[in-house]
């Protein structure tokens, strides 16, 4: 198993960015594809971006393609969300995950982090 703790979270307002990162112990996520998911109050949890184990591969939701960027260094066990021009809309508390399948179904991830909260002011 392997554990994932995310930081980065914050208070922003409309049109700034965050850098959101999640560490990765106990086994290597080397051959994982990983994945970042956010949950707004009252809203199910949702795909926001995943990218396969070496990193060649991303895939968005289109709600923040173009503005959200996932990256992974798998040497220092990290993933990294890169998050741009923010909108009230993306007030969520973000999860990463990890997945053997390059997916955007909640339910093909079977590791996730206890989350960080972003909060997007406008």
């Known amino acids: 198993q392997v554990q994932l703790v995310e930081s980065g979270g914050g208070l922003v307002q409309a049109g700034g960015s965050l850098r959101l990162s999640c560490a990765a112990s106990?086994?290597?996520?080397?051959?994982?594809?990983m994945g970042w998911f956010r949950q707004a109050p009252g809203r199910e949890r949702e795909f926001v971006a995943a990218?396969?184990?070496?990193?060649?591969?991303?895939h968005y939701a289109d709600s923040v393609k173009g503005r959200f960027t996932i990256s992974r260094d798998n040497a220092k066990k990290t993933v990294f969300l890169q998050m741009n021009s923010l909108k009230p809309e993306d007030t969520a508390v973000y999860y990463c995950a990890s997945s053997q399948i390059f997916t955007v179904s909640t339910y093909e991830y079977d590791s996730w982090g206890q989350g960080t909260q972003v909060t997007v002011s406008s």
């Open positions: 990218i396969t184990s070496s990193g060649s591969s991303t």
């Open positions: 106990g086994r290597t996520i080397s051959y994982s594809v």
